[in-house]
C-alpha cells in the first residue's frame, strides 16, 4: 500500500523537523529562564531533589524531616545529579528542568527508533528506504510539536522519565521478538525495572500489557524458541527483578513496614483500586483519558483521530491492517484501557503513550497512495505545521496571549512552552 516517493520528500521532512526542533528549542530556552515554579507538584518534587542532593541520600527521598516516596527515586536521583553538576545554584529551577529535558530528548530518540523497527518489520525499509526514513523523521516531528509531550520536557516531575522507559522498553522487546538478539530482551529487562523505579507498579504494568501484543509472535516461534532461549527468559527475570527488589529492600530498611506499607497499598494499589486518602480520584470515569487526547495532541488530533478511524473502517471490512498500525493499535488502546479502569486519572499520566501517537499519525501520513488522498494529508498537514509555527511565534515575539481563547493558549505550547 505504501508507495516510494522521491528523495527530496525525505530531505524536505528533514529540513521541517529541524525547523521544529529549533521552535522548540527557542521556547525551551525561553521557558528554562522563568525561575518560577508553575504548581504544587513541581515545588515538591524540586524540594525532594535538592534535599537529596544535600542529605546526599538517594535511595528514599526527603520532604522536610519526613520521607515522602510517593514515587521511586530514578527522576530524583537524574534532577539531584543536574542540581550537583550545576553548582548547586540558589534557585534551582534551570538544572531541574535540564534533566526533564535530557530524558524528554531520550524520548523523542526512541520514538524515531520504535518507528524506524516497525517499518522495517513491515517490510517497508527495503522497498521504500526513502519513505521509511520520513516517516521515522516525520515523527520526530509530529511528537515535538505535541504540546502534552513538550511542556512535560520541562515540567519537574518524574512522568517524563517514564514516558523514556516505556519507549525504550517497548523498542527492546520488539526487536527481541523481530530479531532474537538476546541483548535487546536483557535491555527490555532492564529499561522495565527502570520504568519501576521511575513511577513504580503502573510502569511495568503499562510495559506488559502493551507487551501482550507481541504474544502471538512469539508462540509462533514454537516450541524450539522455548527450548534454545529458555535461560535467557530467566536471566532477562533476574535483571528486571534485581534493582526493583533491591530498592524495595532499602526502602523497607529505611522506613519499616511502616512506610513500605503505605507506600505499597495506600500509593501504589490505593490509586488503582481507588478509596485512598490521595487526590485525582475518577472511578468508574472510562472515558476520561479518550476526551483528553484532543488537548494533548491539540492540532495533531484531526490526523490521529482519522488514523483511528481508518484502522477501523479496515478491520470492519474484514481486511488485516498492515504490521505497524497494527502493533501500534494495540500498543496505545491497551494501556489506554489500563489507566481507564484505574481509579486515578490525570492527564499527564498519558504522557508515555504521546510518542505512540506520534509513529501511528507520521505512518498514516505516509500511507496515502491516492493522489487526492495525498493532496488531502497534506493539506491538514500543512494546516497543522501552520498554526503550530504561527500561535509559536506569537508567543516568542508577542507579550502575552492570556487574551487568547484557553484552547488556542494550549496550542501555542510547542515553542512558548506555558
Not at 319 to 347: I, N
Request: aromatic share 12%.
Amino acid at each position: 500500500m505504501l508507495a516510494s516517493r522521491p528523495a527530496q520528500s525525505s530531505l524536505a521532512t528533514k529540513t521541517a523537523t529541524l525547523v521544529f526542533l529549533l521552535l522548540v528549542v527557542l521556547g525551551v530556552g525561553r521557558t528554562l529562564q522563568q525561575q518560577d515554579l508553575w504548581f504544587t507538584d513541581e515545588a515538591r518534587v524540586a524540594g525532594m531533589v535538592v534535599q537529596m542532593a544535600d542529605r546526599h541520600l538517594y535511595s528514599v527521598p526527603y520532604l522536610g524531616s519526613q520521607p515522602f516516596v510517593e514515587k521511586p527515586p530514578l527522576y530524583h536521583i537524574s534532577a539531584a545529579l543536574a542540581y550537583d553538576l550545576g553548582g548547586k545554584p540558589a534557585d534551582p529551577v534551570v538544572p531541574l528542568r535540564l534533566a526533564s529535558l535530557f530524558w524528554g530528548l531520550l524520548t523523542v530518540v526512541a520514538c524515531y527508533l520504535l518507528t524506524e523497527t516497525l517499518l522495517r518489520r513491515e517490510g517497508l525499509s527495503e522497498r521504500s528506504p526513502t519513505l521509511a526514513r520520513a516517516a521515522s523523521w516525520a515523527s520526530v516531528a509530529i511528537l515535538l510539536t505535541s504540546p502534552g509531550f513538550v511542556k512535560n520536557m520541562v515540567f519537574v516531575r518524574v512522568d517524563i522519565a517514564l514516558a523514556f522507559c516505556f519507549m525504550a522498553a517497548l523498542l527492546c522487546l520488539c526487536r527481541w521478538v523481530f530479531s532474537q538478539r538476546p541483548v535487546y530482551l536483557y535491555a527490555g529487562a532492564l529499561f522495565t525495572s527502570l520504568a519501576f523505579l521511575s513511577k513504580g507498579i503502573i510502569g511495568p504494568a503499562l510495559i506488559a500489557v502493551s507487551v501482550l501484543a507481541l504474544v502471538p509472535d512469539v508462540l509462533a516461534l514454537g516450541r524450539t524458541h522455548w527450548r534454545e532461549h529458555g535461560r535467557h527468559y530467566m536471566l532477562a527475570t533476574l535483571v528486571f527483578v534485581v534493582p526493583v527488589a533491591t530498592w524495595l529492600g532499602m526502602l523497607y530498611r529505611h522506613g519499616g513496614w511502616d512506610l513500605f506499607s503505605f507506600w505499597l497499598f495506600d500509593n501504589q494499589l490505593g490509586r488503582f483500586q481507588g478509596g485512598s486518602d490521595l487526590w485525582h480520584e475518577e472511578p468508574g470515569n472510562y472515558t476520561y483519558y479518550f476526551r483528553s487526547v484532543y488537548q494533548y495532541l491539540a492540532v495533531w488530533v484531526v490526523p490521529f483521530l482519522g488514523w483511528m478511524a481508518w484502522c477501523v473502517w479496515t478491520l470492519l471490512r474484514r481486511r488485516p491492517l498492515p504490521v505497524s498500525d497494527r502493533y501500534l493499535l494495540l500498543f496505545f488502546l491497551l494501556p489506554m484501557l489500563l489507566l481507564s479502569v484505574a481509579s486515578t486519572k490525570r492527564p499527564v499520566y498519558m504522557v508515555p503513550l504521546l510518542p505512540l501517537c506520534a509513529s501511528a499519525v507520521a505512518i498514516f501520513i505516509c500511507r496515502f497512495e491516492s493522489a487526492r488522498l495525498l493532496l488531502l494529508a497534506r493539506f491538514i498537514g500543512l494546516f497543522c505545521i501552520a498554526l503550530v509555527v504561527v500561535l509559536s511565534g506569537l508567543s516568542l515575539v508577542g507579550p502575552s496571549i492570556e487574551a487568547l481563547d484557553p484552547y488556542l493558549q494550549q496550542l501555542s505550547m510547542p515553542a512558548g512552552v506555558l
